[in-house]
C-alpha cells in the first residue's frame, strides 16, 4: 500500500482489505467521562501509526502533545462538550503557527484559548477491522469548521501534534504534517459514550472567556514570519489584551550589574522590571502573565523577545524557560516583579539562543518595560 501526499497531508491511497466492519446508527455523546487515552493511526506511515499521545511539561503549567519518546504517557484524558480534557487543561490550537506550512499547535492549558472540538463517532481499525470511537475535527473554536489533526516531526524522533485549517494547500518540505486519526482506547472498563439523537457537535460561535479578567476575539490574528532568520516558528496572536492595569515599576533604576541574573537591554528600548511570576507561582486567577503574543524558538535571545514584541506594539516583553517570548499591554498587579535580588534567582535559565543571556524561569518571567520616546530608558535596582 502506498502513500498518496494531498495538500501536505500524508493520507492512504488504497485500502488494503474490503471491510467487514458494520458501523452502527445514531449520533454518539460528546462528553466521555471515563477515562481514556489517545492513539493515533495513520497505516502508511507506520513511524506514527498505532502511537500514543503524551503530555510533556511547559512553562507556566501548560502541556506540549508529543507522540514518540518525548514527554509521559497519560491515561486519564476525557471528552467535555467535545473538548479534549485532563484536569482542568484543555486541548486548544493556539500555538506556535508556522507561516511555512499554515499549521498551528496544539496543546493542553487552562487558559481560554480556542479549543480543539471534536465529535466522535465509530469507526474501523485499519489492520483488525474491530470497531472502534475515533475523534474527527469539528474544527477550531470561533474559527472556520473542518480542517485536520496532523502530526509533524519534531525533535528525538518526536512528532508534535498540530491542526492543519480547512483549504490550506502549504507544504513544508522538510517536516511533512502526518494526518492521523484520533482514538479513544479506554483505560478500565470501556468508555461512558453512547449513542443518542442529539445533533453532533458543533463550533461554538460565542466567546471563549479566558480564566483571567481578559476576554479572547471570535476572530485571531497570525503574526509574520520570526523575526531571526532561523526557520522556526511563530504562534498565532490574541486580538485582546489583559483588562488589568500593572503597578507603577520602581523610580530608582540603575545600569545593569554584571553578578545579577539578568540580561540588560536598554540599548535595546527596554527595561528591565524583574522576575514576574506566571500563574503557577501565585494565589490569582489562572492566565498568562503577559497573554498578547507568544514567539517560540530554539534560537530564542532577549534581543529577539525585544524585537517581535516591539515590532507589534506590545509595552511589554518576556522571557521564559529559555526559549519563550510573551508579550501584552498590561498585567495584573499580582504579577508585579519584586525588587529584591533574592527575587532574581527565580529567573536564572540561560537562553535557549545565548548561553550568556538570561531568559526567565520555570514559571517565572524575566520581564521587560518598553521605553518611551526621549525617556531615560534604566533598569530597575535591586536590594
Request: hydrophobic share 45%.
Given at each position: 500500500m502506498q502513500p498518496k501526499l494531498i495538500s501536505g497531508v500524508l493520507t492512504l491511497s488504497a485500502v488494503a482489505v474490503a471491510s467487514a466492519c458494520t458501523i452502527p446508527g445514531g449520533t454518539l455523546s460528546n462528553t466521555i467521562t471515563t477515562p481514556f487515552r489517545v492513539q493515533v493511526q495513520n497505516a502508511s506511515y507506520p513511524q506514527v501509526h498505532n502511537l500514543f499521545m503524551n503530555l510533556l511539561a511547559a512553562g507556566g503549567g501548560d502541556q506540549h502533545l508529543f507522540i514518540g519518546p518525548v514527554g509521559t504517557p497519560t491515561y486519564d484524558l476525557v471528552l467535555r462538550s467535545g473538548v479534549l480534557g485532563r484536569g482542568v487543561l484543555n486541548a486548544v490550537i493556539n500555538g506556535e503557527y508556522s507561516d511555512i506550512d499554515s499549521t498551528t499547535k496544539m496543546f493542553m492549558t487552562e487558559r481560554g484559548d480556542p479549543r480543539a472540538i471534536y465529535a466522535p463517532a465509530y469507526g474501523c481499525n485499519p489492520d483488525t477491522d474491530a470497531l472502534q470511537?475515533?475523534?474527527?475535527?469539528?474544527?477550531?473554536?470561533?474559527d472556520q469548521a473542518g480542517g485536520w489533526i496532523c502530526v509533524r516531526p519534531a525533535f528525538e524522533n518526536s512528532h508534535e501534534f498540530r491542526y492543519y485549517p480547512p483549504g490550506n494547500t502549504k507544504v513544508d518540505p522538510n517536516r511533512t504534517c502526518i494526518k492521523v486519526t484520533l482514538v479513544v482506547i479506554p483505560v478500565s472498563g470501556g468508555t461512558s459514550i453512547s449513542t443518542s439523537s442529539a445533533p453532533p457537535t458543533t463550533l461554538s460561535t460565542s466567546t471563549v472567556s479566558s480564566s483571567r479578567s481578559s476576554t479572547l476575539s471570535t476572530t485571531t490574528t497570525t503574526t509574520s514570519p520570526s523575526p531571526s532568520s532561523s526557520s522556526t516558528t511563530t504562534t498565532r496572536t490574541s486580538t485582546s489584551t489583559s483588562t488589568s492595569t500593572s503597578t507603577s515599576t520602581s523610580s530608582a533604576a540603575t545600569s545593569t550589574s554584571t553578578v545579577l541574573p539578568y540580561t540588560d537591554m536598554?540599548?535595546?528600548?527596554?527595561?528591565?522590571?524583574?522576575?514576574?511570576?506566571?500563574?503557577?507561582?501565585?494565589?490569582?486567577?489562572p492566565g498568562r502573565t503577559l497573554s498578547g503574543a507568544l514567539y517560540a524558538a530554539d534560537t530564542l535571545t532577549n534581543e529577539i523577545c525585544m524585537d517581535f514584541c516591539g515590532a507589534r506594539g506590545f509595552l511589554y516583553a518576556g522571557t521564559e524557560w529559555r526559549r519563550e517570548c510573551w508579550c501584552g499591554n498590561s498585567f495584573a498587579p499580582t504579577r508585579q516583579p519584586a525588587i529584591t535580588l533574592a527575587s532574581l534567582a527565580n529567573c536564572n535559565y540561560r537562553c535557549a539562543g545565548d548561553s550568556t543571556q538570561y531568559c526567565g524561569g520555570d514559571a517565572w518571567l524575566s520581564l521587560y518595560k518598553k521605553c518611551g520616546a526621549g525617556a531615560p530608558c534604566v533598569n530597575a535596582v535591586f536590594t
Open positions: 470511537i475515533e475523534l474527527p475535527l469539528v474544527g477550531r473554536q470561533n536598554t540599548a535595546h528600548g527596554f527595561a528591565f522590571l524583574g522576575c514576574a511570576p506566571e500563574e503557577r507561582r501565585v494565589a490569582d486567577a
